[in-house]
């Protein structure tokens, strides 16, 4: 059918035998209209095959019925072996789906990108914006806020915002990770930090060395990225610091498998010469050699979370200035 055939309001009007102020307030979900009238619109619509004009709709009821996720990170990223992000992806667009909305999915992991997200966002073409993998104190969800944009971060950011957030318990998780290891018997252990620019790698950090410190043994850090190469070169970096080293966290499971690699290569058994532990519970660490003890956080949900409370900001509602998930320490073969 060509545009010049499409149905028009007008029609669906005829055919139900009501004024086209009607139509355009059923069709836009409008609760005012007695049922027997709506539903004659709608068996109009129906029959007519009457598809609704987006564009004009959003200029009737200043909605777009369309919520961005935000990534400040790059689509080779985003799109790896990381099973985190499909996870949060996964999460938002079942929570929209479930309330009739679009996912708009937007990646700023370059100057231009992000120029390009911040245009898109503040030009109104979303009801909502959530952002996950913040890096540093990323000024524009408080930019967005001001602006009266319903903003939500999934996963803190740095510095001191206003703006709502959903995260995990990333010390709680590490705490008892850490403390597993201690109680096991385990002496010299060291950690692959995350990214220091990340609350994630904070706060995972501090975990681990809250807990050797309560324990009264050494620390032994390297720092990676939560990618899988940067594990693989820090794990090489500890054993050259401390080849007696009896245990590793990894603030992620991407870099607890890339330890897992290096210690086999350098002859080191798991988990009898090394324990390994990671953070993430990815769907893959169940079928590392050995099976990948680590701390599971609640992926699916950190985007369900995230996208009921942009939801909710957006219908006028006021939400938690923060919500904290729980972790849970999965014990496998490795530790």
Known sequence: ?????????????????VSRATVSRVVNGSTTVAEPIRAAVH??????????????????????????????????????????????????????????????LMLAGSPAGRERVERYTTGRHVDG?????????DPLPARLSRLGIPVVCSGRGLGDSP?????????????????????????RIATIAGPQDMVAGIERLTGYRDTVAAAGLP???????????SGAAAMRELLAADPDLD?????????????LRTLREAGRRVPQDVAVIGFDDIETAAYTEPPLTTVRQPILELGRAGTRQVLRIAAGETVEPALILPTELVLRASA
Do not use: C, W
């Not at 499409?6 to 055919?15: D, F, H, I, N, Q």
């Not at 603030?251 to 607890?256: E, G, V």
């Open 1 to 17: 059918m060509t545009t010049a055939q499409r149905p028009t309001l007008e029609a669906v009007a005829r055919r139900a035998g």
């Open 43 to 104: 068996q109009a619509v129906a029959e007519l095959g009457y598809v609704p004009n987006l564009a004009a709709r959003s200029l009737v009821t200043q909605r777009t019925d369309s919520i961005a996720l935000i990534m400040p990170e790059a689509a080779t990223r985003v799109f790896s072996d990381d099973q985190v992000f499909p996870g949060i992806i996964r999460g938002v667009s079942q929570e929209l789906e479930a309330a009739d909305k679009q996912l708009v």
């Open 129 to 137: 914006v959530l952002f996950a993998s913040l890096h540093g104190a």
């Open 163 to 187: 703006v709502p957030y959903v995260d995990v318990d990333h010390v709680g998780g590490v705490t008892r990770a850490v403390r597993y290891l201690v109680e096991t018997g385990r002496r």
């Open 219 to 229: 620390e032994l850090v390297a720092y990676g990225d939560f990618t899988r190469e």
């Open 247 to 259: 245990a590793v966290f990894a603030a992620s499971d991407l870099m607890a498998h890339a330890a």
